[in-house]
């Protein structure tokens, strides 16, 4: 059975990601790609479904036992995680090193004190666990072959194959170290070279190590920080410069519900965000990178901006359900794809262009494509900026006038302008200043309600949306603004779970309402995130102090975030670690470092 989500480490190559249990139970990987099929899918299953144990041996009748502690090397992706039993100590080291060659999984086994017993259990199945491999010995090495792929298994340690799985037992003492590594390739090409596990770990840790030195925070949330910029550094696909969203589909929003998603791309809202906290902390190589990606994602066709790509900027991603899965803790179904993609979300236009006006006032290198790029959205806004559309939370309920999506593209407006104005475009400069007035105009009085002096979730609602709480961190209007007040108090007030934390909408009691689905959620992460920023600018810094601390808490014990968390069930839910709860988590540390509302 799988963990608790906040129970698994993530370690990663920047091309693909392993998740990691506290027991030693890697549940998910997929090779060699975020987005390829998994070769263990326990997370999403049973252990039929794939998975790989290493830790002390247990009796078959009894769980395995969880590591006494765990902790990354340093700032680093290298997992160490340490079992105090009655015959010692053992750590086990976790890591993937940043590819040059075949991508690999690598775990040393070292003695610490006594003589531990150990087992490797090791079961692999590809397809997300659907397909049996062919594993056999191969010049000395064992391999698993199924259609176009292949993983090799390489360990000093003597094999065994008993019941599908292959298995190793061996007993470490202090000093010594037993290597165990797999590695994927093609099944047509020929073997990946043979593993060099130390020499990998020392290059890893060089690698993180010069690649934090890079940070430009230093204020008193350095530890949070440093661990989320890690952590979106890992959802980077290091050849393209596409960010996935999480390395993970289908854990619940909804522990038991239907609110399944797979998240393993690249959603441009996401992306951009990520854009502004990589340039904000001093990586402009990851945002330089990001931006090509972009540029490459949207040519040809940039008024069609879809919500989200491939992490090469692939267009389709068709929706299927794995109908042999059942789901994390029975959340069904498993989904694959991401029927979404084709939705209307005028808030992407926004935040692209956000992104890139970002990356031009911080003097990352000019591209005149990109320019061209932010022209040619406005002059889809032109025409489109008064229909209806998803939203940012991506509802598969009817349309509607979102007014964070009308904001969003008074925001795009606003920065071509300041574009055209700095003198590195060229565009009808009076002509869009309209547009922003008309924009703005728009939405004060059709989204804002009077009577209770708060903005609403759509035109001629009542809901509220967190997203509102945008409204005055992209300048929309100034914090000091009643209407901002407001709107703030009153999401705090009607969105607030009892534990403070902040809800996205309401769904409770809603039959499939404004998102078409049914089932609840927990608070989303961001959407709380969003809330200390706006106390902080409305002049609550105490209180904002306080929320982010209490944010903080919610990580696991190595510092990371799912979406959201649930409020009722004390534990994390969502995609896991999720690039949309680390982005704000580092962009709230820097705006309370900067006002000074920190502890001590």
């Known amino acids: 059975m799988a963990g608790r989500i906040e129970d698994y480490a993530l370690i990663g190559d920047m091309q693909t ?20 099929h998994a070769i263990f899918a326990g997370l999403l299953g049973t252990e039929e479904h794939g998975f790989w144990r290493l830790g002390p041996a247990h009796a078959d009748d009894a769980e395995p036992p969880a590591a006494t502690r765990r902790y990354y090397r340093g700032d680093s992706l290298i997992l160490e995680s340490e079992w105090d039993t009655r015959r010692g100590t053992v750590r086990v080291t976790d890591f993937m090193p940043p590819r040059d060659g075949a991508p690999q999984l690598i775990r040393i086994v070292e003695g610490v004190s006594g003589r531990v017993p150990m087992r490797s259990a090791l079961r692999m199945r590809f397809s997300y666990g659907r397909v049996v491999p062919w594993v056999h010995r191969h010049e000395g090495r064992t391999v698993a072959v199924a259609g176009p792929d292949s993983v090799w298994f390489d360990t000093t340690a003597e094999t065994y194959g008993e019941d599908l799985t292959t298995y190793s037992d061996f007993t470490v003492a202090p000093g010594e170290r037993v290597a165990f590594t797999i590695s994927w390739e093609p099944s047509h090409k020929q073997p990946p070279a043979l593993p060099e596990p130390e020499q990998s770990l020392e290059a890893t840790e060089d690698f993180w190590r010069e690649w ?17 910029l890690i952590t979106l550094k890992a959802l980077t696909y290091a050849p393209t410069g596409g960010i996935v969203a999480a390395p993970t589909t289908s854990l619940p929003e909804d522990i038991g519900g239907v609110r399944n998603w797979d998240y393993r791309y690249t959603w441009l809202r996401d992306a951009a965000i990520t854009l502004s906290s990589l340039l904000r902390t001093g990586y402009r190589e990851e945002a330089r990178a990001w ?10 066709d940039p008024e069609n901006l879809q919500i989200m790509y491939g992490i090469a900027g692939e267009r389709e991603l068709g929706e299927a359900e794995l109908d042999w899965l059942p789901g ?3 959340s069904a179904p498993v989904r694959v794809g991401n029927g979404a993609a084709h939705q209307l979300q005028l808030d992407v236009y926004g935040e692209v262009t956000e992104a890139l006006h970002l990356a031009h006032m911080t003097g990352l290198a000019r591209n005149d494509y990109a320019s061209l790029l932010q022209l040619k959205l406005i002059r889809y806004l032109e025409k489109h900026w008064q229909e209806p559309d998803e939203g940012i939370w991506e509802v598969r309920g009817p349309r509607r006038h979102f007014v964070h999506s009308k904001v969003m593209a008074w925001v795009a407006v606003d920065r071509t302008i300041k574009l055209i104005e700095s003198g590195d475009a060229d565009g009808p400069l009076e002509e869009w200043k309209q547009l922003r007035d008309d924009i703005h105009r728009d939405v004060c009085e059709k989204g804002y309600d009077k009577e209770r002096n708060t903005f609403t979730q759509s035109y001629g609602s009542k809901e509220l949306d967190a997203a509102l709480l945008l409204i005055p961190q992209v300048g929309f209007l100034p914090p000091d603004d009643k209407r901002v007040i407001g709107t703030v108090e ?51 810094v105490d209180e904002a102090r306080k929320l982010f601390e209490k944010l903080l808490a919610l990580r696991n014990d190595l510092g990371l975030l799912a979406e959201e968390w649930d409020p009722r069930l004390k534990r994390q839910v969502g995609n896991f670690p999720q690039a949309f709860s680390h982005v704000p988590l580092i962009d709230t540390a820097l705006r309370l470092t900067a006002s000074g509302a920190y502890g001590g």
């Open 212 to 228: 934090v030195e890079h940070c430009t925070y230093h204020g008193p949330y350095r530890e949070a920080v440093i661990r989320s």
């Open 328 to 330: 994390y803790e029975a």
């Open 490 to 540: 009153a999401i705090q007030r009607e969105l607030s779970t009892s534990d403070g934390f902040i809800l996205r909408y309401p769904t409770e009691g809603m039959d499939e309402g404004v998102d078409g689905l049914p089932g609840d959620e927990g608070a989303f992460l961001a959407c709380s995130f969003w809330m200390a920023d706006d106390l902080a600018m409305i002049g609550r």
């Open 291 to 300: 931006r090509e990606w972009l540029l490459r994602a949207v040519a040809g």
């Open 17 to 36: 990601a392993a998740l990691v249990c506290r027991d030693g139970t890697v549940d998910w990987l997929c090779l060699p790609r975020f987005d390829s």
